[in-house]
């Protein structure tokens, strides 16, 4: 049981809760209110959902500078994220100063799946933990629990188009809230307000090193045009 007492031990603490959503603008408190303080971040409505598979953890002390520190999309992103803001132009790549040229671009980032998965050592082999992110659906016995994606593009009515963090963040999606890995958009309802509108689903070159027969700058390539176009 990867969620019992024993994993708990060999971590040595609670299951972990995952990240919330990484956007700005006047929807930054409800959907991330555990890493919110009035103005930490540029207030800047997200235009691009970047979505990845399985949730990070929440960062120490609830900062939202913190949030999905030591993912490989930020090495991806940081040449033309740091070009792109006039305001980080010239800056050092620390993670603090890309998080905040990622939201003033009009980024959001978020997970599929709200799990957080955790690797510890035990024995000199290695176990992935999983644990669930409190309040996130839970789906048939067994299988990991989603964020609330579809809610959040119902009620963030400026984002414009999804950019998957490869095919596989895609497919987790299609699972969970419906149509087909290949479909290139979707209808989402505007929540309040009414009326529907189109959301793009774009795939992007998985970020991992594993993905190694893309270079990394075809990566920045590709998704610099998805995130900033």
Same mark, same amino acid.
């Given at each position: 049981?990867?969620?019992?007492?024993?994993?708990? #031990?060999?971590?040595?603490?609670?299951?972990?809760? *995952?990240?919330?959503?990484? =956007?700005? /603008?006047?929807?930054?408190?409800?959907?991330?209110?555990?890493?919110?303080?009035?103005?930490? =971040?540029?207030?800047?409505?997200?235009?691009? !959902? =970047?979505?990845?598979?399985?949730?990070?953890?929440?960062?120490? /002390? *609830?900062?939202?500078?913190?949030?999905?520190?030591?993912?490989?999309?930020?090495?991806?992103?940081?040449?033309? !994220? !740091? %070009?792109?803001?006039?305001?980080?132009? *010239?800056?050092?790549?620390?993670?603090?100063?890309?998080?905040?040229?990622?939201v003033r671009s009009g980024v959001a980032v978020w997970d599929v799946l709200a799990e957080v998965?955790?690797?510890?050592?035990?024995? +000199?082999?290695?176990?992935?933990?999983?644990?669930? #992110?409190?309040?996130?659906?839970?789906?048939?016995? *067994?299988?990991?629990? %989603?964020?609330?994606?579809?809610?959040?593009l119902e009620r963030v009515h400026t984002i414009e188009s999804v950019c998957f963090i490869g095919?596989?963040?895609?497919?987790?999606?299609?699972?969970?809230?419906?149509?087909?890995?290949?479909?290139?958009?979707?209808?989402?309802?505007?929540?309040? +307000? /009414?009326?529907?509108?189109?959301?793009?689903?774009?795939?992007?070159?998985? %970020?991992?090193?594993?993905?190694?027969?893309?270079?990394?700058?075809?990566?920045?390539?590709?998704?610099?045009?998805?995130?900033? #176009?």
């Open positions: 049981d990867v969620g019992g007492e024993e994993d708990r #031990r060999v971590l040595g603490r609670e299951e972990p809760e *995952g990240c919330g959503p990484l =956007l700005g /603008g006047a929807h930054a408190s409800r959907f991330r209110p555990e890493c919110f303080t009035p103005g930490d =971040l540029p207030d800047v409505e997200p235009r691009v !959902l =970047l979505l990845g598979e399985t949730s990070s953890p929440k960062p120490v /002390g *609830g900062t939202a500078l913190a949030m999905y520190e030591g993912r490989s999309m930020w090495r991806v992103m940081e040449g033309f !994220l !740091l %070009s792109a803001s006039d305001e980080e132009k *010239g800056s050092s790549a620390d993670h603090a100063t890309l998080v905040k040229a990622a998965h955790e690797t510890a050592a035990r024995n +000199g082999s290695r176990r992935t933990k999983r644990a669930k #992110r409190p309040g996130a659906a839970d789906g048939a016995a *067994g299988a990991a629990a %989603s964020n609330d994606v579809v809610g959040l095919a596989k963040a895609k497919l987790a999606f299609a699972k969970r809230f419906g149509g087909d890995k290949n479909d290139a958009s979707m209808t989402v309802k505007n929540v309040p +307000g /009414g009326g529907v509108r189109e959301v793009s689903l774009i795939v992007l070159p998985s %970020s991992s090193r594993a993905n190694a027969r893309v270079s990394m700058e075809q990566k920045a390539r590709a998704w610099r045009e998805a995130l900033l #176009r």
